[in-house]
């Protein structure tokens, strides 16, 4: 079976819905661009404007109360709404390549802790490429927000940048849903998704944990896993 693709208008739709989901929980409507590894620094995003670069964001975050810092690496805690549990290591070795060379052009997010440290909100693959690339500081935008909309701002930057596997999808949906009291409707609000592609997503978690695990694994696509929820005898999902 073949993963069935989006129409290319519908995915740019898709794109432009997320872009603004994720731009109203950032400071003052900054502009949410791809990281240096995802978008050659003269992209042109789908609308036809350049993105913004760095002196725009901290433009932006000094104007909403927020502020752009170099911030320790080691000052900063991992992100407990992370939703990607795959990062590609050679993919990593790359962006801290470019790093190395130019430096981390967009600056991640973290907001400040009670004990004096900061916790990761985006960015949690330019933290890993920096390490890799021996820096000791990567320029953050520091900013207070909720645990909702820490956890909301990471699931809608990791969909935006298409980053999350179908099962890891479903996960962050099951998340928000648990935690935070969302709807389906809500959360397809927040994410520029219809609420029936997010029940569907949800409805990956009902499948037996093998399956899962090959969902995870990338064995299985979206589209595979829809036709095994239709089979109502769990060994013969298996058997498949």
């Known amino acids: 079976m073949e993963n069935v693709a989006l129409p290319e208008k519908a995915a740019t739709d898709r794109r432009r819905a997320l872009g603004r989901g994720l731009e109203s929980l950032l400071p003052g409507g900054t502009r949410v661009v791809p990281s240096a590894a995802a978008a050659p620094a003269n992209a042109v995003t789908p609308d036809g404007a350049r993105p913004a670069v760095l002196p725009d964001v901290q433009a932006q975050a000094a104007s909403s109360g927020s502020r752009v810092a170099q911030v320790p690496l080691d000052q900063i805690d991992?992100?407990?709404?992370?939703?990607?549990?795959?990062?590609?290591?050679?993919?990593?070795?790359?962006?801290?390549?470019?790093?190395?060379?130019?430096?981390?052009?967009?600056?991640?997010?973290?907001?400040?802790?009670?004990?004096?440290?900061y916790l990761l909100i985006l960015g949690e693959r330019r933290c890993r490429a920096s390490k890799l690339a021996g820096k000791t500081a990567i320029p953050a935008i520091v900013r207070s927000?909720?645990?909702?909309?820490?956890?909301?701002?990471?699931?809608?930057?990791n969909l935006q940048r298409q980053d999350l596997?179908?099962?890891?999808?479903?996960n962050a949906f099951a998340r928000l849903s648990r935690e935070f009291g969302l709807?389906?409707?809500?959360?397809?609000?927040?994410?520029?998704?219809?609420?029936?592609?997010?029940?569907?997503?949800?409805?990956?978690?009902?499948?037996?944990?093998?399956?899962?695990h090959?969902?995870?694994?990338?064995?299985?696509?979206?589209?595979e896993g829809r036709v095994l929820l239709q089979l109502t005898d769990p060994e013969q999902i298996l058997r498949i």
């Open 78 to 117: 991992e992100n407990p709404y992370q939703t990607r549990q795959h990062f590609d290591n050679q993919a990593l070795q790359e962006l801290a390549d470019s790093i190395r060379a130019n430096g981390v052009v967009q600056p991640v997010v973290v907001r400040p802790t009670p004990a004096g440290r």
């Open 145 to 157: 927000v909720s645990d909702q909309q820490a956890a909301e701002m990471t699931v809608v930057e």
């Open 165 to 170: 596997n179908c099962l890891e999808q479903a």
């Open 183 to 212: 709807t389906q409707e809500q959360i397809g609000q927040r994410t520029g998704m219809a609420r029936e592609s997010v029940s569907n997503y949800m409805r990956l978690l009902k499948l037996p944990a093998m399956v899962q």
């Open 214 to 223: 090959y969902l995870g694994e990338g064995k299985l696509g979206f589209s």
